[in-house]
């Protein structure tokens, strides 16, 4: 049989293995399977670098998570990997449910998903929205050696948007045989069920110059419902401990007939008359989801042919149709303004009564068919259902390319990718404002004045289940939005040495140098029905249609010197440095280009075997995304709890009721005190993309020691510190910026400011939530005024030993943040997140967070324990001051009524995960794992602590576990 001389040598700038572990996390971090291939040499990949020399060390800090811990940690998905590692945090994801957008994606160190780059084999893939990210639900884990992520600025070996690090997800290579496995999994309460198998095949072909395998896999999640859980059966006000509802938008329908009225009025149980409506508002926490339904067809496949003697063609392919679905509660008439007939059938003579009594003008007489406006309807269609958004995502993406030697010690890699994604999002039980309307004006109970349509009189004056199935028919509509995004890339490299050294070291120079391509374009067509602001109702905003997309085009280059070698105290000390310049040309009027410079240099010494420290500086860019660019000007939803104009703030103090009077609310409201909290925590804001913004600039600082003593075999350590900072941040104020910009020094001029002008309140109540079409709420702005800054230290340690009776491995990863400031602009608050949560934080950062897998291997069986641990964490002190979150027994409804609770502080979080591995046969795996073995039950502070994505059902489901003890098995066969 021919041997591929290609088999045993580094190809390709793509390539990327870790040799980067003897610069970080040590290769026995991890335990590595026997490897069925091991006569052939796998090509050598090195994450962080275009460099091609097998041996190098690098001075940036590379943690790897391997083959064995991710089949051990049995997850169905690569963002439920990588969600608990320390030094991420959590971002969009399986357990986010209102505000998730049907994709996954990853937020290293906390600076935002936007600001750090997810690669298979160091490639970008076609990104999933206009944000520029790929989706983690597209990642092949089947067939994943492991996972390679680099914390600090990558920009200059992968370009824009690597500032905070890179994700690499490395495949299996020359692999042959056939793998298969099959899953299952479900929590202690019996939901949640999760099903995945895979089939892996490969083999060499053309007497071995040639090698080609092909993944494929299926699987399906269930969903877990926070009304199935007694800590989330009601919705808490995380200020007031009450459980019991928190939207305005209620069963029966509640009315403003004037905007003067102090309360709604709501419709009684009979449907006969009013009553003031129910203060707890609607209980919308049992329909919504803590982990939503997930499924997925995944096709990978990758080839390999020596075409001549030390040149090679290779192909990658990937193919993936997943759908994510949201369920959120009812949709329903969030205080629009609707007309009806005096006359309409469904109204009683004494609601007729009301209505006539808050309009004096309007003709009252009998047989009056007269149509009364009224100003804000609020309505819970309970009949229609649940709101569900199905996003179903088909996304392939192909690489092609030539690679192999130049000489002995020259290599190159040229290559072209393109990947296409589309995403078809469907919305269904949604009532359709317009044909609301169209229902209310009936002159009896089957005949509507318009008939268009098979209109159905709607009944919105009765009690709990007024409206029928027939009105069900009609009112409620399907909505669709899709969206297609491109990426075209070409990329040329040479690689290698010249033979030359300098003169304390035998080592060569190693270099790289190559230009790269890339096309991005973006295209969003909802339907008519999407781009009516407050049409569906409940949707949260009109979704307008764009498009959008830029050119950039880069040359870079690379180099590692090795200074001196085999000397005392000087092992090894090499520098390393790296450019890369590129050029943007947005698809806009005129073709605005822009350029930007990125650059790293680093080095690495060893003073003896036993000890490496390593150091760098990068300077980092990342251009503005699509969406940063063209998104249009859309008034959607915020997250914020308090407002400083609802209740009697405001009375008695002039200065305070002048804004809020310039800002839309009356002196009546005022008086009266009805101007109310946002809506379920939720207030309306205004913003959009900017054309004008440019590249932010980021400066990364590391340095690090890594030991491995020869006095204790199996063991080793790597500690690295880490500094960014981020200029010219592309961002947006938080909700507490633009409040406190208006309301945080207030004097008699500030009602005429335009940071409280430009805050614009709901005319029929005053609050700063209701019918986008009317209520712009909170400003906005993206700008390049923004400034982020965060350290701290990452810690790697591993211990493996023979134990006699069994081999015993230890493994710590823990990650020490220091800080993390952001702010929007220069005359907002440098806000600190560390260790905090609020509307403000997001995610929640704990100071430390740590995991620690303790594996006993006794050869064909294997026991592990994998403790996840997180710092306690408090309300952000800023507003603790203002306004501490509440402290005492919950009131209410539901079975934590009594209870005793603090929501300005969560305790340090613990979990363990136990797991054992039987291998039977040579050919068959059984793997068993219980994860959150003690079954601890998650921190409850309320839902209107934080953000509506972050912070739902009571807790913050992306960070701590509220899903319980669950179980899963896993069957593998392989030959």
């Not at 026997?34 to 097998?54: F, H, Q, R, S």
């Not at 004037?258 to 309360?263: C, F, L, R, S, V």
């Amino acid at each position: 049989m021919r041997t591929n001389t290609l088999k045993r040598r580094a190809l390709g700038s793509s390539a990327l293995v870790t040799v980067a572990l003897l610069a970080s996390q040590p290769a026995f971090a991890q335990q590595a399977p026997a490897d069925d291939n091991a006569d052939e040499e796998p090509a050598i990949v090195v994450t962080g670098t275009l460099l091609k020399n097998p041996n190098l060390v690098l001075s940036s800090p590379v943690n790897v998570v391997g083959e064995q811990e991710i089949a051990t940690r049995q997850i169905n998905n690569a963002e439920q990997l990588l969600r608990d590692l320390p030094g991420v945090v959590p971002g969009i994801g399986s357990a986010v449910n209102n505000g998730n957008g049907g994709a996954s994606f990853l937020n290293l160190r906390g600076l935002g998903s936007q600001r750090n780059l997810a690669l298979i084999n160091g490639d970008r893939l076609v990104p999933a929205g206009s944000g520029g990210q790929f989706d983690l639900n597209n990642v092949p884990l089947a067939l994943i050696s492991r996972v390679d992520i680099l914390t600090g600025g990558a920009s200059t070996t992968y370009g824009a948007d690597a500032v905070s690090g890179v994700v690499n997800f490395v495949t299996k290579s020359n692999f042959t045989g056939f793998d298969a496995r099959v899953s299952y999994g479900l929590t202690q309460r019996g939901d949640g069920a999760a099903f995945r198998t895979d089939v892996t095949m490969g083999g060499d072909f053309a007497e071995g110059r040639g090698n080609a395998v092909i993944s494929l896999g299926y699987q399906k999640t269930n969903p877990v419902y926070q009304g199935d859980r007694d800590f989330s059966l009601f919705q808490i006000n995380s200020f007031n401990g009450r459980a019991a509802g928190g939207s305005p938008t209620d069963t029966p329908t509640s009315f403003y007939f004037t905007a003067t009225q102090p309360t709604a009025l709501q419709n009684n149980a009979t449907g006969t008359g009013f009553v003031t409506a129910n203060a707890d508002g609607f209980n919308f926490a049992p329909y919504n989801i803590y982990q939503t339904p997930f499924e997925r067809y995944n096709v990978f496949a990758q080839a390999k042919y020596e075409v001549a003697d030390n040149i090679e063609a290779y192909g990658r392919g990937i193919f993936s149709k997943n759908t994510v679905q949201t369920i959120i509660a009812p949709s329903g008439i969030f205080g629009e303004a609707l007309n009806v007939n005096i006359n309409n059938p469904f109204i009683s003579a004494a609601q007729r009564a009301t209505i006539c009594g808050a309009n004096p003008t309007l003709d009252c007489t009998a047989g009056s068919t007269a149509t009364v406006a009224i100003p804000a309807v609020y309505r819970r269609t309970v009949e229609v259902g649940p709101r569900i958004s199905r996003f179903t995502t088909t996304m392939f993406d192909y690489k092609v390319g030539l690679r192999g030697k130049i000489t002995d010690s020259l290599n190159f890699d040229l290559s072209g990718a393109y990947g296409q994604s589309n995403q078809v999002q469907t919305l269904s039980g949604y009532v359709l404002r317009s044909r609301v309307q169209q229902a209310l004006l009936a002159d009896n109970t089957t005949t509507c004045r318009t008939t268009s349509g098979g209109c159905v009189p709607l009944n919105l004056f009765g009690g709990n289940g007024s409206i029928t199935s027939a009105m069900v028919g009609f009112i409620q509509g399907t909505s669709t939005i899709a969206v297609d995004t491109g990426l075209s890339q070409v990329r040329g490299v040479i690689n290698g040495d010249l033979g030359i050294a300098s003169p304390g070291a035998s080592t060569p120079i190693n270099f790289a140098v190559g230009a790269e391509y890339r096309n991005y374009t973006f295209n969003r067509t909802p339907d008519n029905l999407s781009q009516v602001p407050g049409e569906l109702g409940g949707a949260g905003g009109a979704v307008l249609p764009f498009r959008g997309g830029y050119k950039v085009t880069e040359g870079f280059a690379e180099a590692n010197i090795p200074l001196i070698e085999d000397k005392p105290l000087f092992n090894k000390l090499s520098l390393e440095a790296g450019l890369r310049q590129s050029r943007y040309e947005v698809n806009a009027p005129g073709k605005p280009t822009f350029n930007a410079t990125t650059w790293k240099v680093g080095a690495t010494w060893e003073p003896v075997s036993d000890i490496k420290v390593r150091g760098g500086y990068n300077r980092a860019v990342r251009a503005p995304n699509i969406g940063e660019l063209f998104a249009p000007l859309v008034t959607g939803l915020t997250s914020l709890a308090v407002d400083p104009c609802s209740g009697t703030k405001a009375q008695g103090n002039a200065n305070l009721s002048a804004i809020c009077i310039a800002q839309g609310a009356t002196a009546a409201m005022i008086a009266a005190g009805s101007i109310q909290d946002p809506a379920a925590g939720q207030a309306n804001a205004t913003g959009g993309g900017n054309p004008l913004l440019r590249p932010e600039v980021a400066d990364t600082f590391t340095i690090g020691a890594v030991l491995t003593p020869s006095f204790l075999p199996g063991f080793s350590l790597t500690v690295d510190y880490f500094n960014v900072k981020v200029n010219g941040a592309i961002s947006s104020p938080t909700p507490a910026d633009v409040i406190n910009a208006c309301f945080g020094n207030i004097t008699a001029s500030s009602a005429a400011s335009v940071a409280c002008t430009s805050i614009r309140r709901n005319p029929v109540n005053g609050r700063l939530s209701g019918p986008s079409g009317n209520v712009a709420g909170l400003p906005t702005p993206s700008s390049n005024l923004g400034r982020i800054d965060t350290s701290g230290w990452d810690l790697s340690a591993a211990y493996s030993r023979d134990v006699g009776f069994a081999k015993l491995m230890l493994n710590l990863n823990g990650t020490y943040t220091i800080d993390n400031y952001f702010k929007a602009t220069p005359s907002a608050v440098n806000r600190e997140c560390v260790g905090q949560y609020s509307v403000n934080c997001g995610s929640i950062q704990p100071k430390w967070q740590h995991n620690l897998r303790t594996t006993l291997d006794f050869g064909n069986i294997n026991v592990s324990m994998l403790w996840r641990y997180m710092t306690a964490v408090r309300y952000e002190q800023r507003l603790f001051e203002v306004r501490p979150a509440f402290r005492g027994a919950i009131t209410g409804s539901g079975p934590l009524v009594g209870q005793t609770f603090d929501f300005n502080r969560i305790g340090a979080a613990n979990y363990f995960d136990l797991s054992a591995g039987f291998k039977i046969m040579d050919r068959f795996n059984l793997d068993f794992l219980m994860a959150n073995a003690f079954d601890r039950k998650p921190p409850i502070v309320g839902s209107t602590l934080g953000t509506t994505g972050q912070n739902s059902g009571n807790t913050y489901p992306s960070s701590y576990d509220a899903l319980g003890r669950r179980f899963q098995v896993t069957l593998g066969v392989k030959f």
